[in-house]
């Protein structure tokens, strides 16, 4: 059979992946090459907390596969850190993580491994002992080196149906192929319209920020959405460098307020947050990382088909890729409903 995947990020490439190991012949497109946009950068929180045991399971499932994945690699792809989660989602993550018979510890912030630059720490945290934070540069190269002469870089500009396939439009020329894949990130929902799949198409700006720190031996990655605070996500991003995510009020990185003012907004209330809250960590912004997300999504990830197109998209989906690539591959060349929400 063969396979167009649109979109090079790590979705696309464990799909990819997926389909060449099931003899497809598949090639994989994007106009930045592999693991722009929200693939970028060098780390990711991995988790099974969530608040939905069904996410939780899911997760695990990706979990084993991190681990298939880092054997062929020949190294660690996640570091095995664990993640923290505290604030208003704790409660209902334990809940979910009971529930689906994950297992977790109940810490405090007087907890000798707490493991966080923080001045002062919730008052109850989950620990997610299964948590981690991804190598997402070594898993990206990895995945490039299993698609070889498959990827290539090209802009895809339409899509259209003919008779039983498909025509890819692109920069390089026309694909035709029997499937196509459509995982583009914030390109995904223009494209899936040509064909007639709807999917959000209300953006949003984010930006991430890396800190200089001080704090010394393996710190733990950490969700935080205490109330009065800003709520963040946090993580390491190498050796002395601490990685602050901030999610500020819908309305301050609305895609209207454009780019500019949305990465100053973020940037002065992270950057306040650090100096306030953080111990150990100069509020000195070393780096950047700014993405376009699809706006309220959450955690979960959707599939939609028509005919020989299928688009996926949702959020936070990084740390779903090597059960995604799996899942993904079998509804592209199996067939799958047209409309299947995993949340």
């Given at each position: 059979?063969?396979?167009?995947?649109?979109?090079?990020?790590?979705?696309?490439?464990?799909?990819?992946?997926?389909?060449?190991?099931?003899?497809?012949?598949?090639?994989?497109?994007?106009?930045?090459?592999?693991?722009?946009?929200?693939?970028?950068?060098?780390?990711?929180?991995?988790?099974?907390?969530?608040?939905?045991?069904?996410?939780?399971?899911?997760?695990?499932?990706?979990?084993?596969?991190?681990?298939?994945?880092?054997?062929?690699?020949?190294?660690?792809?996640?570091?095995?850190?664990?993640?923290?989660?505290?604030?208003?989602?704790?409660?209902?993550?334990?809940?979910?993580?009971?529930?689906?018979?994950?297992?977790?510890?109940?810490?405090?912030?007087?907890?000798?491994?707490?493991?966080?630059?923080?001045?002062?720490?919730?008052?109850?945290?989950?620990?997610?002992?299964?948590?981690?934070?991804?190598?997402?540069?070594?898993?990206?190269?990895?995945?490039?080196?299993?698609?070889?002469?498959?990827?290539?870089?090209?802009?895809?500009?339409?899509?259209?149906?003919?008779?039983?396939?498909?025509?890819?439009?692109?920069?390089?020329?026309l694909f035709d192929a029997d499937?196509?894949?459509?995982?583009?990130?914030?390109?995904?929902?223009?494209?899936?319209?040509?064909?007639?799949?709807?999917?959000?198409?209300?953006?949003?700006?984010?930006?991430?920020?890396?800190?200089?720190?001080?704090?010394?031996?393996?710190?733990?990655?950490?969700?935080?959405?205490?109330?009065?605070?800003?709520?963040?996500?946090?993580?390491?991003?190498?050796?002395?460098?601490?990685?602050?995510?901030?999610?500020?009020?819908?309305?301050?990185?609305?895609?209207?307020?454009?780019?500019?003012?949305?990465?100053?907004?973020?940037?002065?209330?992270?950057?306040?947050?650090?100096?306030e809250h953080l111990d150990g960590?100069?509020?000195t912004v070393l780096d950047e990382?700014?993405?376009?997300?699809?706006?309220?999504?959450?955690?979960?990830?959707?599939?939609?088909?028509?005919?020989?197109?299928?688009?996926?998209?949702?959020?936070?989906?990084?740390?779903?890729?090597?059960?995604?690539?799996?899942?993904?591959?079998?509804?592209?060349?199996?067939?799958?409903?047209?409309?299947?929400?995993?949340?």
């Open positions: 059979m063969k396979v167009a995947v649109i979109g090079a990020g790590v979705v696309g490439l464990a799909s990819a992946a997926a389909l060449l190991d099931q003899g497809h012949d598949v090639v994989c497109l994007d106009r930045l090459g592999p693991m722009a946009e929200r693939s970028t950068g060098v780390s990711r929180i991995f988790r099974l907390a969530h608040g939905s045991a069904a996410l939780v399971d899911l997760a695990r499932e990706a979990g084993a596969g991190w681990a298939r994945w880092s054997e062929a690699a020949g190294r660690p792809l996640i570091r095995d850190v664990g993640c923290l989660v505290s604030g208003a989602i704790a409660l209902e993550w334990m809940a979910c993580m009971g529930k689906a018979g994950a297992p977790y510890e109940v810490v405090g912030p007087d907890w000798p491994e707490l493991g966080l630059p923080v001045r002062k720490a919730p008052g109850v945290l989950l620990h997610d002992v299964a948590g981690g934070a991804i190598e997402t540069v070594s898993a990206g190269n990895y995945l490039v080196g299993r698609l070889g002469r498959s990827l290539r870089d090209a802009v895809v500009y339409a899509l259209e149906e003919r008779g039983s396939g498909a025509r890819v439009h692109t920069s390089d020329g499937a196509v894949l459509i995982a583009a990130g914030a390109g995904t929902s223009p494209l899936a319209a040509q064909v007639g799949i709807y999917t959000p198409t209300v953006l949003e700006h984010h930006v991430r920020f890396t800190f200089a720190t001080s704090r010394g031996g393996p710190l733990r990655s950490w969700i935080d959405e205490t109330p009065g605070v800003l709520s963040t996500y946090q993580h390491m991003a190498g050796p002395g460098r601490w990685t602050v995510g901030g999610l500020p009020d819908a309305a301050s990185v609305a895609w209207e307020v454009g780019r500019d003012e949305a990465v100053r907004a973020s940037r002065e209330a992270v950057v306040d947050y650090v100096r960590v100069e509020p990382l700014y993405c376009t997300t699809m706006a309220e999504l959450g955690d979960g990830f959707h599939l939609r088909r028509n005919g020989p197109f299928t688009a996926v998209y949702g959020d936070n989906l990084f740390k779903f890729a090597p059960l995604l690539g799996d899942l993904l591959a079998t509804a592209v060349t199996a067939g799958t409903d047209d409309a299947v929400d995993y949340m």
